[in-house]
């Protein structure tokens, strides 16, 4: 899968961390508005013109991620250790895109993919159907955010990740 996941643009890696958390919270049954605005967020980034804008909005989320931590009701409906697990996957996936959003391409989006799949697995939960998500190979795009997907391809993976929310607590 590493090769898959580094042909990824940061947009696509972003999407890609979206749906991470999409099937931790389905599998974990956790079901809270913030959740679903931030995935919905998250998703936003393939179609995105002004990516500025778009990380402006994600800040005003919330649940933004960024070492913020979890709103408190959010926090109260979950146990102790599954709010941790919660707050380190939220964190992890909000800097694939954050790590870049303002400096040179890096391997840092890829390193928070990986650590985002890395706690989904020590969750015990699998890592979302990247065939299904991503059906049509594409060129290595390189490093960076390239530009923004066809709206259909967001539109599947923003379906899939709302499907895999509204199915908790069953696998897609």
């Known amino acids: 899968m590493d090769a898959k996941l580094e042909a990824l643009s940061t947009r696509e890696m972003q999407a ?9 919270c389905s599998v974990k049954d956790i079901d ?9 967020h998250l998703v936003q980034v393939l179609t995105a013109d002004d990516l500025g804008a778009w990380e402006a909005a994600g800040a005003g989320l919330a649940l933004p991620g960024r070492g913020d931590p979890l709103p408190a009701e959010l ?9 941790h697990e919660l707050e380190t996957l939220v964190d992890r996936v909000v800097e694939i895109g954050m790590a870049d959003m303002y400096g040179a391409d890096t391997d840092l989006p890829l390193r ?9 697995g020590a969750a015990g939960v699998a890592a979302p159907p990247f065939a299904e998500l991503f059906p049509s190979p594409k ?17 599947r993976i ?5 499907g895999a929310l509204s199915s908790r607590a069953g696998v897609r």
């Open 75 to 83: 926090r109260a409906a979950l146990a102790p250790g599954l709010a």
């Open 112 to 120: 928070f993919l990986h650590q985002s799949l890395e706690l989904l």
């Open 158 to 162: 923003r379906d899939w990740c709302f």
């Open 139 to 155: 060129p290595d795009r390189g490093r960076g955010w390239s530009d923004p997907v066809p709206v259909e391809e967001q539109t």
């Open 32 to 40: 809270a508005q913030p959740v679903l605005e931030l995935v919905d």
């Open 16 to 24: 890609y961390g979206a749906a991470c958390l999409a099937r931790f």
